[in-house]
């Protein structure tokens, strides 16, 4: 791969990063007083540090650090902005997932693109490396809190009885019977999707 083309490649990453700095910065402000909100913030400021890290390294192969305005909106297929005040918690980390795996996925293609060239720079491919893995955190963090919501939906509607419990032993509780009386419907609601690492 020519430098330019490996320029243009980053910079595409550098503005799916600030696309998503943008994004969680909402996010963080539309579920103000949760939890999330909170990883929301921090999820800010480690996007903002990927993007960054991939502008230092446009420049230093002989580029400008562009951001190419709004790509995350075709990957979703809906406008990112108008999405937020449409939806709850957990479809805006739905939506989360799917940018974080398209992510994943061009992280990796470009890693193992790179590796197939025998690319020299082992600092770049370290640096898609971590910021490929910080965005598995994120997806895993995102695809657990949405389980961990489903299951207070079902607790909530089909032990009321119970719902003077705290909702985290409820999650518990019902993690512990479901290994005893497998319920199909649930075990469907999130299927792990994992995304097959190349030789890195
Ligand atoms: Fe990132
Ligand atoms: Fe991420």
């Keep these: 791969m020519d430098v330019d083309k490996l320029i243009s490649k980053l910079n595409w990453f550098y ?51 562009t951001a190419l305005g709004d790509i995350i909106s075709p990957i979703i297929g809906k406008i990112a902005g108008e999405l937020l005040s449409m939806t709850g918690l957990e479809d805006t980390l739905a939506v989360n997932i799917i940018i974080e795996q398209k992510a994943m996925k061009d992280y990796n293609d470009l890693i193992d693109r790179l590796h197939q060239d025998k690319y020299s720079d082992q600092e770049l491919t370290k640096l898609l490396q971590s910021n490929f893995v910080d965005e598995h955190f994120h997806t895993e963090w995102f695809r657990t809190k949405i389980i961990a919501m489903k299951q207070y939906e079902f607790t909530a509607k089909h032990f009321s009885a119970r719902t003077e419990m705290d909702p985290a032993n409820q999650i518990i509780e019902d993690f512990l019977d479901n290994r005893t009386r497998s319920n199909p419907k649930r075990a469907k609601m999130i299927k792990p999707r994992p995304i097959k690492t190349v030789k890195w």
């Design 15 to 65: 503005s799916l990063e600030l696309n998503q700095v943008d994004f969680y910065n909402a996010q963080s402000k539309a579920f103000k007083g949760r939890y999330s909100s909170v990883v929301f913030e921090r999820l800010t400021y480690i996007e903002q540090n990927h993007a960054d890290r991939l502008g230092e390294k446009i420049k230093e192969l002989g580029g400008k650090p």
